[in-house]
């Protein structure tokens, strides 16, 4: 079975930093993308930011800067490091993995069960 588990979240005020790690485990062959989304009250579930295998970063307009995603794939673990935290970030964050469990497999996508940041003013 493959499990995604989030750790990191809390609460932070504005300007401060969170980082958050999300560790994939479970039979897993190859992940091709590991993502953050977030959702707030209210609003549907974004694209904070993504990393491909080979280091390639993608990130939303909101928080190209700030934020940092980066990947340890001997680990299967994806991190976001969050820096000039402002209120509007507060959300849940969800990790997200793209990932076949085996060779001839398909991919698939894989949701942690999300962690809350909330940053205060």
């Known amino acids: 079975q493959v499990q995604l588990v989030e750790s990191g979240g809390g609460l932070v005020q504005a300007g401060g930093s969170l980082r958050l790690s999300c560790a994939a485990s479970g039979s897993i062959f190859s992940i091709s993308v590991m993502a953050w989304y977030r959702q707030a009250p209210g609003k549907q579930r974004e694209l904070v930011a993504a990393v491909t295998s080979g280091g390639s970063t993608n990130y939303a307009d909101s928080v190209k800067g700030r934020f940092t995603i980066s990947r340890d794939n001997a680990k299967n673990t994806v991190y976001l490091q969050m820096s000039s935290l402002k209120p509007e970030d507060t959300a849940v964050y969800y990790c997200?993995?793209?990932?076949?469990?085996?060779?001839?497999?398909?991919?698939?996508?894989?949701w942690g069960q999300g962690t809350q940041v909330t940053v205060s003013s």
């Open positions: 997200n993995a793209n990932l076949k469990v085996s060779r001839l497999g398909s991919n698939y996508n894989y």
